[in-house]
Structure formats: structure tokens, C-alpha cells
């Protein structure tokens, strides 16, 4: 269910002050050396594109690189403090954006490497209309009355929380909490349009 930020219960309160009228640390953005194949970053590295087959590029093999899905992850880990920063996703029609575990399988189709089908990270997905929280190969489907542009992410360490909002509204669309046992990074993936991370 969406809720406001303002109305959230005292668990959340702590998270209120970082979220309002912030994007987040201006250092972050995609980590080169692990953008996939499939996705075209800006000369920046904030912007991932989709690349339709005749375009695609071969990088050079690079241990810490997807190679099979369209992911990229941040530039930032993070293992302490409150962290939070916003993608916008636009008009993207299949997304996800969130978190995970350094130790992302990197290489392979499997659901090792495929964000929120293991246990090593936390998205929210957009696909066919329909947005969900994933974590482990579990889809919590999610209620969201209108489509937003951007996606806020909130990362409170010290209560192991992960909040997802909409920055406009600061409606919250998702929030969990997770007992993390190492320093996490933003992760993203796209297979239609573009994503930016905002400064």
C-alpha cells in the first residue's frame, strides 16, 4: 500500500529528514567497469540506454562486468550512515532499481547475476505496466496510482532499512528491512529507454 512519508510510523521517522528535498551524494553514478554490454553509459556515468542488438559493443572482458544481463551497478558502498538518491526512470517501460551485496554473481544467466531473483539483492521492478519489490525470487506486487518519473531510494544503515518513494509526493512505494551483513551498492538495470541517477 502507498503511504506518505509524513505519515509514517516511528520505525520510518528516522529516515524522514534525508529524504525531503534531497537527491543524494553528487559522487554517485555507474561504475564502468560493471555496465553490461547491453546498456550504453553517458559519458558521465549516470545515464544507462538500452542497446538494441546491431548496436551493441564487446568491451573488453572484465571480471567485475554482467555479461549477460542488462545491470550496472553504483559507484558508492555503503555500510554505514543514511544514504539516499534518485533515479530518473522517465518513460523507461522496464526497469529496476535498489540494492545489492558486492558479491553479485557478475557473469551468467542465471539468477545468481539477475537482480531480485537471489538472495543477494533488494529491486523495485517495473515491467508491462505492473511494478513489484523483488528480493530473492519473490515479487511483492506493488499499488501505485500513478506512474511515477523518478524513484527515490532511501538507505538507513543503523536501522537496516531500504525505503523506496516518489519524490514528488514522497509517497512511500515500498519499504523493507534486512538484517545486512556487508557494505551494499545502488544497482539498476533497463531494457527499454533510459535511466539517470540525478545530482
Not at 564487446?58 to 533515479?87: I, K
Request: glycine content about 8%; aromatic content about 12%; overall charge positive.
Amino acid at each position: 500500500m502507498v503511504t506518505k512519508i509524513d505519515r509514517m510510523d516511528k520505525h520510518d521517522t528516522v529516515v524522514y529528514g534525508a529524504v525531503s528535498g534531497t537527491y543524494g551524494s553528487a559522487y554517485l553514478k555507474f561504475d564502468e567497469r560493471t555496465v553490461s554490454h547491453l546498456l550504453s553509459p553517458s559519458e558521465d556515468f549516470c545515464t544507462l540506454t538500452f542497446v538494441h542488438k546491431k548496436s551493441r559493443r564487446s568491451p573488453a572482458y572484465d571480471p567485475a562486468r554482467f555479461d549477460c544481463w542488462p545491470n550496472a551497478l553504483g559507484s558508492l558502498a555503503m555500510s554505514s550512515g543514511t544514504h539516499s538518491w534518485v533515479v530518473d526512470v522517465g518513460q523507461s517501460g522496464a526497469f529496476k532499481v535498489g540494492v545489492c551485496y558486492s558479491s553479485l554473481e557478475r557473469k551468467g544467466s542465471g539468477n545468481e547475476a539477475r537482480l531480485g531473483h537471489n538472495s543477494k539483492s533488494w529491486v523495485l521492478s517495473h515491467y508491462d505496466g505492473h511494478y513489484s519489490f523483488c528480493h530473492a525470487g519473490k515479487k511483492v506486487p506493488l499499488q501505485v496510482v500513478s506512474r511515477p518519473q523518478r524513484i527515490g531510494l532511501l538507505l538507513d544503515w543503523p536501522s537496516q532499512t531500504l525505503l523506496f518513494y516518489e519524490p514528488d509526493s514522497f509517497a512511500v512505494l515500498y519499504t523493507v528491512t534486512h538484517p545486512f551483513d556487508g557494505p551494499l551498492l545502488p544497482a539498476c538495470a533497463v531494457t527499454d529507454r533510459s535511466i539517470t541517477i540525478l545530482h
